[in-house]
């Protein structure tokens, strides 16, 4: 009996990968077109994309409203729910998102440094784009019209590769912005969604070395880590937020509270959401208690060590396992732990932290150079909210997302994040001895 062939020889699997790689080539044929257009044809586009938007709101609405419920009658979780869905509010604050892009000052072309040699030759390094910039992303279909944005703004071409459970939406903003696009002259190219059917798509594009210059998965701990390992292409790791609280001895509760209830409860399936909650030991028992009450009070359920917790009174902890020291909650659940000091906060989130933001609340300021010292993550927030770490706040525009690695960009990935450099060197004929 011959063997049944393998999903890499079908011919749907075959006709996926060449559609992904005609894309790629795609992208990377119109690739020289964007990255020589000037600030104000970028900033025309990205205004008349978000007018656009706007306008065609009701067909971007009733694509997303059919991923919903098609979401929900799977059983999808409600944090993934709020993730996927769309509004009239959402939709104008994605428009405003590429307006915000259009009024930052456009990175390509920057001169970072230079001087002249001793010979007279002239040169200076500069900002250029990267090429073809592959997103792989979970749910939010904001992220479609973010990464196009930012990648137009740098002088990039954007390849998206979102998830099965926004496809109609993903599609009907691409739609939007490749019309766009195409009203004023440019390819249709300059943006491409890929197929999201199976998975496989995803190995497709993060294997297409020569066609695609950087790839940045943005998304859960799995798909980061699926990604990062499996590459060819060069990859950006961005992070997951598993985001600590630090209460320290010190801190004014008043203060301390709202601020930890913000990280926690604003918006608690973002990747700055506060995951877990360090409570200094010297804290008095009704302080401790207190923080407790907080966050159940505003409908957060507590995990930790439910015998440490009881003795100073906490009650209805669920008992924590490891996953709830290591993991994003993206819920409203919060894992919460006495430490001994900010030496005991450094430690666990050493430990546990996945490098993306860390808060601290103390009034003592040697406590808090410390932590700002000690604590290797890409944010870390002194007396300040964890919901902080955020490419708008930050004065960036949209973000591309949240870097946790060390090596080119580390935190909100803005316009300067997503370019490259090279240096020009400018003679009058001379040559080398």
Same mark, same amino acid.
């Given at each position: ?22 894309? +790629?080539?795609?992208?990377?044929? *119109? &690739?020289?077109?964007?990255? !020589?257009?000037? #600030?104000?044809?970028? $900033?025309?586009? /990205? ?103 930012? +990648?137009?703004?740098?002088?990039? *071409? &954007?390849?998206?590769?979102? !998830?099965?459970? #926004?496809?109609?939406? $993903?599609?009907? /903003? ?110 008095? &028992? ?148």
């Amino acid at each position: 009996m011959t063997a049944a062939p393998s999903e890499t020889t079908t011919p749907s699997r075959a006709a996926e990968r060449e559609e992904v790689l005609a894309r +790629a080539r795609a992208a990377k044929r *119109v &690739a020289p077109r964007v990255a !020589s257009l000037a #600030a104000p044809e970028k $900033n025309a586009l /990205l205004t008349a994309a978000a007018e656009a938007l706007q306008a065609r709101a009701g067909e971007v609405l009733a694509a997303n409203r059919e991923d919903v419920e098609a979401g929900r009658a799977a059983g999808m979780d409600s944090a993934l729910v709020d993730r996927l869905s769309l509004d009239e509010a959402r939709v104008g604050a994605i428009a405003d998102g590429l307006r915000q892009v259009a009024a930052l000052t456009d990175p390509v072309g920057e001169v970072l440094r230079g001087h002249t040699m001793d010979n007279g030759i002239r040169m200076r390094q500069v900002r250029v784009p990267l090429g073809v910039m592959g997103m792989v992303y979970e749910a939010r279909p904001n992220v479609t019209v973010d990464a196009f944005g930012l +990648a137009l703004k740098s002088g990039n *071409v &954007a390849l998206l590769r979102g !998830s099965r459970s #926004a496809r109609r939406s $993903n599609e009907a /903003l691409v739609e939007v912005l490749q019309d766009t696009a195409e009203q004023r002259g440019l390819p249709r190219e300059i943006v491409q969604l890929l197929p999201c059917e199976t998975h496989d798509s995803v190995q497709d594009l993060i294997t297409a070395r020569g066609l695609v210059d950087v790839v940045i998965p943005r998304g859960g701990a799995r798909l980061i880590e699926a990604v990062v390992t499996g590459a060819t292409v060069p990859a950006i790791e961005t992070g997951s937020g598993n985001c600590h609280f630090y209460v320290d001895g010190a801190a004014d509760l008043d203060v301390a509270i709202p601020m930890l209830l913000n990280g926690k409860t604003r918006r608690c399936s973002v990747c700055n959401a506060t995951e877990t909650a360090l409570l200094d030991a010297t804290l008095p &028992a009704p302080d401790k208690l207190r923080v407790v009450r907080a966050l159940q009070e505003a409908g957060v359920t507590v995990h930790g060590d439910v015998e440490k917790l009881a003795a100073f009174g906490a009650e209805g902890v669920v008992a924590a396992t490891e996953t709830d020291w290591a993991e994003e909650y993206l819920s409203l659940d919060i894992a919460v732990a006495e430490v001994d000091g900010v030496e005991g906060a450094i430690e666990h989130i050493a430990r546990w932290s996945s490098g993306h933001t860390e808060a601290i609340a103390s009034r003592d300021a040697a406590t808090l150079a410390r932590f700002a010292e000690r604590v290797d993550s890409a944010a870390v927030m002194l007396n300040a909210s964890t919901a902080f770490t955020d490419g708008e706040q930050y004065g960036f525009g949209a973000e591309i997302g949240i870097s946790t690695q060390k090596l080119h960009a580390r935190g909100p990935m803005g316009l300067p994040e997503l370019t490259s450099t090279k240096w020009i060197l400018e003679g009058e004929g001379q040559t080398r001895p």
